[in-house]
Structure formats: C-alpha cells, structure tokens
C-alpha cells in the first residue's frame, strides 16, 4: 500500500488532498513538521509527501517554498483543494470569545473574527486544533478547522462557511523520488537565483517569450545566506522532457547563479 506523509493531524486539509489525489487505499503518515514530511520520504519511510504551498486567498506558504529550494525529491503532481472551514466548539456562538486555528486558516477568516471581536491563538495544524480545544473543555473557546476534523475528534460544529470568500482553495504538491511522465497537459516549476545585478532577471525572462514558453507564475524567496538577495520560483507550463522546453532551459541556465528542476507534472484542474 502506497505511504503519504502530510503535516498535521488525522483530518487536517493536507490529508484530505492526499485522499483527493490518491484516492483512499493509501496509509496516510501524520507528522508535526513540513521538514519532517519530506525527511519521512526521503529517506523511505513514505512514498510520497504532499506539501501545502499557497493558498487562494493568503497566497504563499513560505515554509514550503523554502524547503523546496533544497529538497532532493521531484514533484510530480498538484493538488488543488478546497478549503471548507467550519467553527468548531462546545458552546454557542456568543459566548466564543478565543479561536485556535493554523495562521493560515486564521487569516482566512480574519473578517468573522474581527466581527465578532474575537482573540486568535495560532496552532501548529488546523485538525491538531481541535484536540487542543477538546483538552481545554471550555464553552468560549472554539477552533476553526474542517468538518472530518469535528467527525474525528467528535467536536461539534458551531458554524460553517467561515472563509472571508467561498474561492478558498489550497495548492499542494505531491513530492516524491520518482518522476512523472510527460502528458498532454504538464507544469513544470523551477527554482533559480541571478547575479544582483541591472539587466540578470529580464535576461531569463527574455528566454520564455523567445521559446514561447508560457510562464504561470513567478515569486521571489529571500536567499538564506544573502542579505536582499533572492531565489526565484516558477511555475511554466510543458514538460522538460519536451524538446522546445529542454532547450530554453539550457538557455536559462547559461544566466543564472543556481538553477534547479524540481519537477514536471501533469497539471491539475479546479473542482
């Protein structure tokens, strides 16, 4: 049976994603850490990772974004799943005055909060808040996280719909040691840094017009080791595989300080 490792607890949206991409004849591996999960895989504990790494409506997981930099696995396929949270607690709704949730799903449903004039208390996994909540036993503390987590951990919902807007959806990559074939639909993301600089970055950028390479996305990440310096992440659609693909990256590469492939993948769709 295929092995999935994915950060949170039983229930969190990172699990419901490895369901949604594998199906359910999977083990999934429940682990504290976005590290851990690709540690679990590199090293063949698990056969797979699936790693959140930006959300519609708060954008990028940086965590993510920062791991990927110096993974040695390849993605090979992406998620895209929607985030239903739901107010999960003991008491009714007017007495709920502190919320546990992840920061991410927090600030996706900042405008609730701010309404009913309520603290936040930011937890390590949306599901993981709900066994916090569950241990503390009091009507006026409530957590939001999905409606499997409140089935789980037998919780009861308070409220759902929480989200700020109903286009809440969360993009995870699936990450393993193996590749993926070239289909007829496929995203490959890169990561590359340039010399700091007049003219480095348009120099690349140059390279996916010329090949009329369509670029999807493109987000710069702080180098660690460089002060104002930084990785850039792109999203493009092909395979590398695909020769016209192969040949701008020879291209690329010829600019660039640190270039890395971290995969090619057959592009999903929104539900």
């Not at 569950?134 to 409530?142: M, R, S, Y």
């Not at 286009?167 to 490959?188: A, G, I, P």
Request: overall charge negative.
């Amino acid at each position: 049976m295929i092995k999935v490792s994915f950060q949170g607890e039983r229930g969190a949206y990172s699990e419901a994603a490895a369901f949604s991409f594998f199906g359910k004849n999977i083990e999934t591996v429940p682990l504290p850490t976005f590290a851990e999960v690709l540690a679990h895989t590199t090293n063949d504990t698990t056969d797979y990772s699936v790693l959140p790494v930006e959300n519609s409506l708060e954008g990028s997981v940086g965590e993510s974004y920062d791991l990927l930099y110096s993974t040695p696995l390849n993605a090979v396929g992406e998620i895209y799943h929607k985030i239903e949270h739901c107010l999960i607690g003991t008491g009714p709704l007017e007495k709920v005055d502190t919320v546990y949730s992840h920061p991410q799903a927090l600030g996706q449903c900042r405008n609730f909060i701010q309404q009913h004039n309520i603290k936040t208390v930011p937890s390590y996994d949306t599901a993981g808040s709900v066994k916090i909540i569950k241990e503390i036993k009091k009507d006026n503390v409530a957590c939001i996280a999905s409606k499997s987590a409140s089935e789980i951990y037998q919780v009861p919902i308070i409220k759902e719909g929480m989200a700020d807007r109903p286009n809440n959806y969360t993009r995870f990559l699936v990450l393993s040691k193996k590749q993926s074939k070239e289909t007829q639909k496929d995203k490959t993301s890169i990561i590359f840094s340039v010399k700091h600089e007049p003219g480095t970055l348009f120099q690349v950028i140059e390279k996916f017009n010329n090949y009329g390479v369509n670029l999807t996305k493109i987000e710069s990440r702080p180098k660690k080791d460089a002060t104002w310096e930084y990785n850039f992440y792109v999203d493009i659609e092909g395979h590398v595989n695909n020769q016209r693909l192969s040949e701008m990256i020879v291209k690329i590469k010829e600019n660039t300080l640190f270039f890395k492939v971290l995969g090619s993948y057959p592009a999903a769709e929104l539900d």
